[in-house]
């Protein structure tokens, strides 16, 4: 993101009123999830046997967001939830509450763009003050200042690891089993279970939104869910190899993406990859995204794969990865408003994602019944086009939970 756009911007518009300061990472803070015994279950009944959102753990956290005019409490839930390929796992959800709690809370799904391969990029453990790095740390700065609006608008929002324990960095399914089921945990701790439900995400946490939301009838029927904001969105992942393919910045993220796929499909990546690919694929491994980007310009898919497999599109356990993660593809559609966004800085895209894959992915859903709102942010990379996104899903599901009726733009979409 550029910084300094993104944070003036959102303090501008959403008139937070709120002072939050970057995540302190403190040499006494939290232990790094995978080194933390509370991400892990241990209990004695068998995970399959117990049904997904259940709480298994809970712990109250530190928050260091700086001061704060509003009060906030805060609770890690370890929750049952499930994998990519239909198994159960567990993964964490951090719950940011108002003091004042209302009856029936309205509940957000705040889906970071946290973009992480290793235990450090947790929003879970930066939230608590863990250092993921100057670059995440300011990333999560930017969100914290999104959250604490949400907060002291009233409502409480959870914020879930969507990508597991094991970080499957950019799996559809997987995501929205973990937002869903976060959701589901964060109801149950507060004996709410009629609460209106509000998701948002950008980037990475739209893979999270959109998959979370077109899942949610039938994994997830009984939440209220009233509405989903998602800008920046991966639609097509093989479009997503081919645009980003040789750039100078988000060529990064092809073996990342691949990386992040093959652990949530239990796929061994060594025998496809080059010496140069598996150096790569090691590196990337246990960062976030957000360090990597522009680390190796000019990488390309044909680098990082043998010669044999360079035409990835005709290898099956390659192709299935990304093909399985394409939007709109899942039984039956969503049922919530929908608000979607994208830049277009080059008349392609946003410089990774494909605005007509967005615009063509809303007009889908419009055709299916859906209310759909849709953004192209003109001269915006996907970086700038955040500033546009955020500021503008707050007064979204600010309506979405008063009950204002919604038309959204699939007349002109």
Known sequence: MHKKLMVRTLASLL???????????????????DRDAFYSYSGSKPLAQIPPGTVLKSRATTMHLGPMSTPVTAEQLLYRTTGQLGQPTVTVTTVLAPAKLPVTPNIVGYLSFYDGLGAKCDPSYTLAGGDAGSATNQQAEEEELLMSWYVSQGFVVTVPDFEG???????GRESAYGTLDAVRATESYLHAPDAKIGLSGYSGGAVAADWAGE????????LDMVGVAMGGVP?????????????????????????GLARAYHVDLGPYLSSYGAKVVKQESGECLTALFGRYPGLTVAKILKPAYRDW?????????LREQTM???PGHPTAPMYMGVGNSDGKGDGVMRAADVKALAAGYCRQGVAVQFQEYEGASHESAGAFFEPQTGPFLQ???AGVPFAGNCSTT
């Open 15 to 33: 008139l937070v009123g709120v002072v939050v300061s970057a995540p302190i990472a403190r040499a006494d803070g939290p232990a790094r999830p």
């Open 165 to 171: 324990t094991h970080l499957d960095w950019m799996a």
């Open 215 to 222: 899942l949610a009838p039938s994994y997830a029927p009984k």
């Open 235 to 259: 639609v097509n992942y093989t479009h997503l190899f081919e645009y980003a393919n040789g750039t100078p910045v988000y060529s990064a993220a092809i073996p990342g993406m691949l990386l």
């Open 313 to 321: 599109q005709q290898v099956p356990a390659l192709a299935r990865l």
């Open 328 to 330: 709109g593809t899942a």
């Open 399 to 401: 309506e979405r939970f």
